[in-house]
């Protein structure tokens, strides 16, 4: 596609349910990156991909955060028994380099 | 580790007054610099960058930022706001020790009022 599309816009989970958001890059866009914004605040970021390798995961806040590319193409973050400091809009990017990264509508993830 | 510091959590402003969003960086490498908006319930946009050359970026909207590396900043201005440009601007910084990943400052509500 065009741009960034990532799945589903909005998800609310209840506290302990696992959850699974999607990211389908820009087609050819070797690098992909996923970041967390909590309201008010700017992205952290999580994780990086280059191509199927995840070369840079220092983002992921604990072992309940997991990530995989396994074709090089599509990304889903999977939150394992969220709990409510989870809650944030969930933004993957991807780029060709290092000089633009295109970014997604983002997830809004609402723990209850 | 980069930092990216944006001094002004919100700035209100008149339409049709001019605007400057303050970003300063610490690195002590050679970076790219960024400026995103995000309108309200979207994604986060590229409205300029700068990677190499001339020290003044502009954006197609009457944006411009420059880069000062003595200062370590890159804030952004606008002569003349318009309402539409009522958004959230995020500085960022890619390269250095962090590889091609972004590091994004605290962000600026710019609120324009008629």
């Known amino acids: 596609g065009a741009g960034v599309s990532q799945s589903p816009r909005y998800k609310v989970a209840k506290r302990g349910q696992d959850v699974a958001l999607r990211c389908d890059p820009i087609?050819?866009?070797?690098?992909l990156f996923w970041y967390q914004q909590a309201l008010g605040q700017g992205p952290e970021f999580l994780t990086y991909f280059q191509n199927e390798a995840q070369l840079d995961k220092s983002g992921l806040p604990s072992d309940r955060f997991f990530a995989e590319r396994p074709e090089g193409s599509v990304s889903t973050l999977k939150i394992q028994r969220t709990q409510q400091e989870d809650s944030a809009v969930y933004l993957c990017a991807s780029s060709l380099g290092t000089d633009g990264y295109t970014f997604g509508s983002g997830t809004r993830l609402t723990v209850v | 580790a980069q930092s990216v510091t944006q001094l002004d959590s919100q700035v209100p402003v008149f339409e049709e007054a001019p605007v400057e969003l303050r970003c300063n960086y610490s690195?002590?490498?050679?970076?790219?610099l960024f400026w995103y908006v995000q309108y309200p319930n979207q994604g986060l946009q590229l409205l300029l960058k700068y990677l190499s050359g001339s020290t003044l970026v502009e954006s197609i909207n009457g944006f411009e930022a420059e880069f000062n590396k003595s200062q370590t900043s890159f804030h952004l201005r606008k002569p003349s706001v318009h309402i539409s440009d009522t958004a959230e601007y995020f500085c960022a910084v890619s390269g250095g020790a962090a590889g091609n990943k972004l590091t994004f400052g605290g962000g600026t509500r710019v609120l324009v009022k008629p």
């Open positions: 087609s050819g866009h070797v690098s």
């Open positions: 690195s002590s490498v050679s970076v790219y």
